[in-house]
Protein backbone atom coordinates (compact mmCIF):
# COMPACT_ATOMS: atom_id res chain seq x y z
CA UNK A 1 0.00 0.00 0.00
CA UNK A 2 1.41 3.41 -1.01
CA UNK A 3 0.02 6.22 0.92
CA UNK A 4 0.06 9.76 -0.80
CA UNK A 5 1.72 10.89 3.13
CA UNK A 6 4.08 8.46 2.70
CA UNK A 7 5.04 9.31 -0.75
CA UNK A 8 5.77 13.42 0.05
CA UNK A 9 8.12 12.17 2.93
CA UNK A 10 9.92 10.01 0.48
CA UNK A 11 9.60 11.71 -2.77
CA UNK A 12 13.87 12.94 -2.70
CA UNK A 13 14.78 9.33 -2.31
CA UNK A 14 12.51 7.73 -4.93
CA UNK A 15 11.29 9.64 -7.62
CA UNK A 16 10.32 7.08 -9.39
CA UNK A 17 7.78 6.00 -6.63
CA UNK A 18 6.54 9.16 -7.13
CA UNK A 19 5.70 9.08 -10.74
CA UNK A 20 4.30 5.55 -9.92
CA UNK A 21 2.13 6.95 -7.28
CA UNK A 22 0.49 9.51 -9.01
CA UNK A 23 -0.11 7.77 -12.55
CA UNK A 24 -1.66 5.01 -10.58
CA UNK A 25 -5.21 5.42 -9.25
CA UNK A 26 -5.77 4.88 -5.69
CA UNK A 27 -7.55 1.89 -4.04
CA UNK A 28 -10.68 3.30 -1.95
CA UNK A 29 -8.94 2.32 1.13
CA UNK A 30 -6.24 4.40 0.69
CA UNK A 31 -8.27 7.07 -0.58
CA UNK A 32 -10.22 7.26 3.15
CA UNK A 33 -6.79 6.61 4.45
CA UNK A 34 -5.52 9.90 3.30
CA UNK A 35 -8.80 12.05 4.37
CA UNK A 36 -8.78 10.50 7.65
CA UNK A 37 -5.28 11.55 8.49
CA UNK A 38 -6.01 15.12 6.95
CA UNK A 39 -9.16 15.11 9.36
CA UNK A 40 -7.48 13.03 12.26
CA UNK A 41 -3.66 13.58 12.25
CA UNK A 42 -3.29 12.76 15.69
CA UNK A 43 -5.59 9.66 15.83
CA UNK A 44 -3.92 6.53 14.83
CA UNK A 45 -5.16 5.16 11.74
CA UNK A 46 -7.66 2.20 12.02
CA UNK A 47 -7.80 -0.58 9.80
CA UNK A 48 -10.34 0.23 6.88
CA UNK A 49 -12.73 -1.66 4.91
CA UNK A 50 -14.32 -0.33 1.79
CA UNK A 51 -17.66 -2.78 0.38
CA UNK A 52 -19.35 -2.44 -2.42
CA UNK A 53 -23.01 -3.50 -2.44
CA UNK A 54 -26.09 -3.43 -4.78
CA UNK A 55 -27.96 -1.14 -3.61
CA UNK A 56 -30.58 0.13 -5.95
CA UNK A 57 -29.15 3.66 -5.49
CA UNK A 58 -26.03 5.82 -5.13
CA UNK A 59 -26.08 5.08 -1.15
CA UNK A 60 -23.09 5.24 0.75
CA UNK A 61 -22.37 4.77 4.70
CA UNK A 62 -19.85 5.42 7.19
CA UNK A 63 -19.54 3.69 10.58
CA UNK A 64 -16.42 3.22 13.06
CA UNK A 65 -16.81 0.17 14.83
CA UNK A 66 -13.82 -2.35 17.13
CA UNK A 67 -11.45 0.48 15.58
CA UNK A 68 -11.81 -0.21 12.12
CA UNK A 69 -13.66 2.11 9.55
CA UNK A 70 -16.39 0.10 7.82
CA UNK A 71 -17.46 2.22 4.45
CA UNK A 72 -20.57 0.97 2.57
CA UNK A 73 -21.32 2.12 -0.98
CA UNK A 74 -23.22 1.23 -3.85
CA UNK A 75 -21.05 -0.28 -6.21
CA UNK A 76 -22.72 1.84 -8.76
CA UNK A 77 -19.68 4.70 -7.34
CA UNK A 78 -17.21 1.91 -7.60
CA UNK A 79 -16.15 3.20 -11.52
CA UNK A 80 -16.20 7.38 -9.86
CA UNK A 81 -13.17 8.77 -10.03
CA UNK A 82 -10.52 9.33 -7.59
CA UNK A 83 -11.36 12.95 -6.92
CA UNK A 84 -15.33 12.19 -6.46
CA UNK A 85 -14.11 8.93 -4.32
CA UNK A 86 -12.23 11.46 -1.96
CA UNK A 87 -15.16 13.89 -2.22
CA UNK A 88 -17.02 11.49 -0.63
CA UNK A 89 -14.55 10.47 2.00
CA UNK A 90 -14.31 13.88 3.13
CA UNK A 91 -18.24 14.07 3.02
CA UNK A 92 -18.48 10.92 5.26
CA UNK A 93 -15.86 11.06 7.48
CA UNK A 94 -17.14 15.10 8.15
CA UNK A 95 -19.95 13.58 9.01
CA UNK A 96 -18.55 10.44 11.34
CA UNK A 97 -16.24 13.34 13.54
CA UNK A 98 -18.98 16.05 13.28
CA UNK A 99 -17.56 18.28 11.41
CA UNK A 100 -18.99 20.65 8.86
CA UNK A 101 -18.62 19.01 5.60
CA UNK A 102 -16.86 21.02 3.22
CA UNK A 103 -18.28 22.93 0.74
CA UNK A 104 -16.23 22.30 -2.05
CA UNK A 105 -16.69 18.20 -1.59
CA UNK A 106 -20.29 18.56 -1.61
CA UNK A 107 -20.14 20.10 -4.83
CA UNK A 108 -17.90 17.93 -6.62
CA UNK A 109 -20.09 14.64 -5.43
CA UNK A 110 -23.31 16.23 -6.05
CA UNK A 111 -21.79 17.60 -10.07
CA UNK A 112 -20.45 14.19 -10.73
CA UNK A 113 -23.90 12.48 -9.75
CA UNK A 114 -26.20 14.96 -12.02
CA UNK A 115 -23.69 14.14 -14.98
CA UNK A 116 -25.59 13.19 -17.76
CA UNK A 117 -24.04 9.58 -18.26
CA UNK A 118 -23.95 9.10 -14.86
CA UNK A 119 -27.50 9.83 -14.13
CA UNK A 120 -28.62 7.32 -16.84
CA UNK A 121 -26.60 5.00 -15.24
CA UNK A 122 -27.85 4.97 -11.86
CA UNK A 123 -31.60 5.33 -13.61
CA UNK A 124 -31.12 1.88 -15.19
CA UNK A 125 -29.74 0.25 -12.07
CA UNK A 126 -32.42 1.51 -10.45
CA UNK A 127 -35.06 0.40 -12.65
CA UNK A 128 -32.92 -2.98 -13.15
CA UNK A 129 -32.97 -3.40 -8.97
CA UNK A 130 -35.38 -1.13 -7.39
CA UNK A 131 -38.33 -3.18 -6.06
CA UNK A 132 -40.97 -0.54 -5.99
CA UNK A 133 -43.45 -0.91 -3.46
CA UNK A 134 -46.75 0.33 -4.00
CA UNK A 135 -50.57 -1.04 -3.13
CA UNK A 136 -53.13 -1.15 -5.52
CA UNK A 137 -54.78 2.29 -6.77
CA UNK A 138 -57.84 1.43 -5.61
CA UNK A 139 -57.28 2.43 -1.77
CA UNK A 140 -59.97 2.30 0.88
CA UNK A 141 -60.94 5.27 0.15
CA UNK A 142 -60.01 7.31 -3.13
CA UNK A 143 -59.38 5.28 -6.40
CA UNK A 144 -56.01 6.92 -8.03
CA UNK A 145 -56.35 5.58 -11.59
CA UNK A 146 -59.47 7.29 -11.01
CA UNK A 147 -58.65 10.47 -10.21
CA UNK A 148 -55.98 10.42 -12.63
CA UNK A 149 -58.27 10.36 -15.27
CA UNK A 150 -60.24 13.27 -13.91
CA UNK A 151 -57.15 15.60 -13.43
CA UNK A 152 -56.10 14.46 -16.47
CA UNK A 153 -59.19 15.56 -18.54
CA UNK A 154 -59.13 18.70 -16.41
CA UNK A 155 -56.06 19.98 -16.40
CA UNK A 156 -54.22 17.87 -19.30
CA UNK A 157 -57.05 18.02 -22.28
CA UNK A 158 -56.73 13.84 -21.43
CA UNK A 159 -53.69 13.80 -23.21
CA UNK A 160 -51.32 12.51 -20.39
CA UNK A 161 -50.11 8.98 -20.50
CA UNK A 162 -50.98 7.20 -17.14
CA UNK A 163 -48.32 6.41 -15.25
CA UNK A 164 -48.30 3.61 -12.72
CA UNK A 165 -50.73 5.06 -9.54
CA UNK A 166 -50.45 3.12 -6.22
CA UNK A 167 -50.50 4.12 -2.41
CA UNK A 168 -47.57 3.70 -0.52
CA UNK A 169 -47.21 0.84 1.97
CA UNK A 170 -46.12 3.19 4.70
CA UNK A 171 -48.49 6.06 5.99
CA UNK A 172 -46.33 8.80 5.31
CA UNK A 173 -47.22 12.57 6.82
CA UNK A 174 -43.58 14.15 5.79
CA UNK A 175 -43.86 12.48 2.02
CA UNK A 176 -47.51 12.61 0.63
CA UNK A 177 -46.93 12.33 -3.00
CA UNK A 178 -43.78 11.26 -5.22
CA UNK A 179 -43.08 10.88 -8.69
CA UNK A 180 -40.90 8.10 -9.38
CA UNK A 181 -39.58 8.86 -13.23
CA UNK A 182 -36.93 5.78 -13.23
CA UNK A 183 -40.19 3.10 -12.65
CA UNK A 184 -42.43 5.93 -14.27
CA UNK A 185 -44.49 5.45 -10.63
CA UNK A 186 -46.89 8.00 -8.62
CA UNK A 187 -46.80 6.98 -5.13
CA UNK A 188 -49.07 8.21 -2.67
CA UNK A 189 -48.87 8.42 0.68
CA UNK A 190 -51.92 5.45 2.71
CA UNK A 191 -52.07 8.41 4.94
CA UNK A 192 -54.13 10.58 2.19
CA UNK A 193 -56.49 7.67 1.68
CA UNK A 194 -58.81 8.14 4.64
CA UNK A 195 -62.29 9.04 4.90
CA UNK A 196 -61.20 12.40 7.00
CA UNK A 197 -58.87 13.64 4.57
CA UNK A 198 -60.52 15.67 1.79
CA UNK A 199 -60.81 14.63 -1.85
CA UNK A 200 -59.40 17.93 -2.63
CA UNK A 201 -56.80 17.47 -0.70
CA UNK A 202 -55.84 14.12 -2.97
CA UNK A 203 -56.69 15.63 -6.15
CA UNK A 204 -53.93 18.23 -5.20
CA UNK A 205 -51.13 15.66 -4.29
CA UNK A 206 -52.00 13.61 -6.99
CA UNK A 207 -51.77 16.91 -9.23
CA UNK A 208 -48.53 18.15 -8.21
CA UNK A 209 -47.33 14.94 -9.19
CA UNK A 210 -48.70 14.31 -12.27
CA UNK A 211 -47.05 18.03 -12.89
CA UNK A 212 -43.67 16.47 -12.32
CA UNK A 213 -44.14 14.26 -15.08
CA UNK A 214 -45.16 16.94 -17.55
CA UNK A 215 -42.35 19.14 -16.05
CA UNK A 216 -38.96 17.42 -15.44
CA UNK A 217 -36.96 18.37 -13.61
CA UNK A 218 -33.75 20.63 -14.58
CA UNK A 219 -29.88 19.85 -13.58
CA UNK A 220 -27.78 22.63 -13.97
CA UNK A 221 -24.58 22.34 -12.88
CA UNK A 222 -24.73 21.07 -9.37
CA UNK A 223 -27.94 22.30 -8.44
CA UNK A 224 -31.17 20.29 -9.42
CA UNK A 225 -34.12 22.37 -9.63
CA UNK A 226 -37.81 20.46 -9.69
CA UNK A 227 -40.30 22.83 -9.46
CA UNK A 228 -39.10 25.14 -12.18
CA UNK A 229 -40.74 27.96 -13.46
CA UNK A 230 -42.90 26.69 -15.56
CA UNK A 231 -43.98 23.60 -12.96
CA UNK A 232 -45.16 26.38 -10.78
CA UNK A 233 -47.16 28.41 -13.34
CA UNK A 234 -48.84 25.18 -13.89
CA UNK A 235 -49.41 24.57 -10.27
CA UNK A 236 -51.30 28.09 -9.82
CA UNK A 237 -54.21 26.99 -12.49
CA UNK A 238 -55.42 23.84 -9.82
CA UNK A 239 -58.88 25.43 -8.86
CA UNK A 240 -58.72 25.81 -4.89
CA UNK A 241 -55.17 25.61 -4.60
CA UNK A 242 -55.21 27.79 -1.54
CA UNK A 243 -57.63 25.50 0.53
CA UNK A 244 -55.93 22.41 -0.76
CA UNK A 245 -52.71 23.76 0.32
CA UNK A 246 -54.53 24.56 3.76
CA UNK A 247 -56.40 21.24 3.98
CA UNK A 248 -52.74 19.34 3.50
CA UNK A 249 -51.36 21.49 6.78
CA UNK A 250 -54.25 20.11 8.83
CA UNK A 251 -54.03 16.50 8.21
ZN1 LIG B 1 -42.80 18.45 -5.99
Redesign the pocket.
Known amino acids: MVHSGEVQVERTEQLSLVDFAVETRATPEEVYARVFRQLRPRTPLPAIRVEFRRYANANAQVKLKDSTLHIRMADTLAGAPESVMEALAEILLSKLFRRPVPAHSNDRYRRYLNRRDVRRSLDLVRQLRGHKQVRHPQGDCYNLEEMFEDLNFRYFHGLMARPVLGWSPHASRTMLGHYDASHNTIVLSRILDRSQTPRLAVEYVLF??ML?LRYPAEHRGARRC??TRAFKEAEEQFEDLREARALLRHL
Open positions: HEHVH
